[in-house]
Nanobody, 123 residues
């Protein structure tokens, strides 16, 4: 079955950086656009970044543009999220997700999700 396993979360001070990774198995990775969602307590799950199957197109939520970078390595079945200049409001559980139908910029196209990794940014 499809498995998406996130890693790289943790506690970081404001202004710091983290790099999240997501290893995918059980699917033909290069057939899927990939994305990162986040959910903070009491808030809806938000699509923060997406990348097309070949990596040529990316999407970013306005709240993270210029600070986060999504990338993928199809040879390793892995997608990454580089997070720089982190802010306390970036604190959330971050989820990796797979989109078979689109290019990664429409949240309702995502059909598979990982278990999530906690990111906490202290002020």
């Amino acid at each position: 079955q499809v498995q998406l396993v996130e890693s790289g979360g943790g506690l970081v001070q404001a202004g710091g950086s983290l790099r999240l990774s997501c290893a995918a198995s059980g699917l033909t990775f290069s057939n899927y656009a990939m994305g990162w969602f986040r959910q903070a307590p009491g808030k809806e799950r938000e699509l923060v970044a997406g990348i097309s199957w070949e990596g040529g197109r990316t999407y970013y939520a306005d709240s993270v543009k210029g600070r986060f970078t999504i990338s993928r390595d199809n040879a390793k079945n892995t997608v990454y999220l580089q997070m720089d200049s982190l802010k306390p409001e970036d604190t959330a559980v971050y989820y990796c997700a797979a989109d078979r139908r689109g290019s990664g910029d429409y949240k309702r196209h995502y059909e598979f999700y990982g278990q999530g990794t906690q990111v906490t940014v202290s002020s």
